[in-house]
């Protein structure tokens, strides 16, 4: 429960072309401890990730025990312009993890 | 954890755990979508039939949808019927995105039944639903 949260890890193209639709997958490293095990770990989870594109929301998500240590999701966006990603977890302290990524369309 | 939940629990052995697993879902969904109808279609749900590791289930959720502005699904809602606690996640989507499609990977205690709900934005919800096999429990151990 100390300390920073993992640097996320992106995957997303540098470059796409005008109107295509590109993956993106995300990855952070965190034990997703809900608190329930029977080892009596102390409760630590993600509850939110934010995803956003030219300072827009694409994805916000809002996660529950049920979601997997590690959190990875994949989403897919169309692409009309260079455009900077911006991606932030937030932890139940109040603690962030943020990655910045840059599609240039042309 | 002495929550309200567990003293429930010892009052009204040994039928209790089944139906607060029952009465905790309708309440997670109720949460999600209120009082909305939901009808089963336009949403098609991918897991594996068998997971080795109850801990990394891949899910992947996939609703019909134009995304555009005037026609777009606002939300996808997971739930594990047979989780201790059945929330998983809820995504909010926007028109920025492609597809309404979300991959991701959940926890699943035992072999059990998946719901995902979709919610669009003329506030219809739909719901697909699967079944999965659990080799070792992923929540508790």
């Known amino acids: ?46 509850t939110r990730l934010l995803v956003r594109m030219n300072n827009e929301t694409v994805l916000a998500a809002e996660f529950s025990n049920g979601t997997s240590a590690n959190p990875y999701h994949v989403f897919f966006v169309r692409m009309e312009r ?16 943020r990655a910045e990524a840059r599609v240039t369309v042309g | 954890m002495t929550t309200r939940r567990s003293l429930l629990a010892l009052a009204l052995l040994p039928a209790a755990a089944a139906a607060d697993t029952g009465t905790a879902l309708q309440a997670a969904i109720r949460d999600a979508v209120g009082d909305a109808p939901i009808t089963d279609g336009g949403i098609v749900l991918r897991v594996p039939a068998m997971a080795e590791n109850g801990g990394q289930v891949p899910v992947t959720i996939v609703a ?13 809602h997971v739930f594990a019927t047979a989780n201790p606690t059945p929330g ?3 995504f909010r989507l926007t028109p920025l995105l492609a597809r309404a499609e979300v991959q991701t990977r959940i926890r699943l205690a035992e072999a059990q039944r998946i719901i995902v709900l979709a919610q669009s934005n003329d506030g219809r919800v739909r719901r697909a639903t699967a079944e999965i096999r659990v080799t070792t429990g992923g929540c508790l151990t």
């Open chain 1, 1 to 46: 429960m100390t300390g920073t949260l993992s640097p996320p890890r992106i995957r997303i193209p540098r470059q796409a072309r005008a109107g295509e639709v590109i993956e993106i997958r995300t990855l952070i490293e965190h034990p997703m401890e809900t608190g329930l095990r029977q080892d009596g770990a102390r409760r630590d989870m993600l």
């Open chain 1, 82 to 97: 260079t455009s900077t990603f911006e991606f932030t977890w937030t932890d139940e302290a109040g603690r962030s993890a």
């Open chain 2, 64 to 76: 019909e949808s134009p995304m555009t502005a005037a026609d777009h699904i606002t939300a996808i």
């Open chain 2, 88 to 90: 998983v996640a809820r």
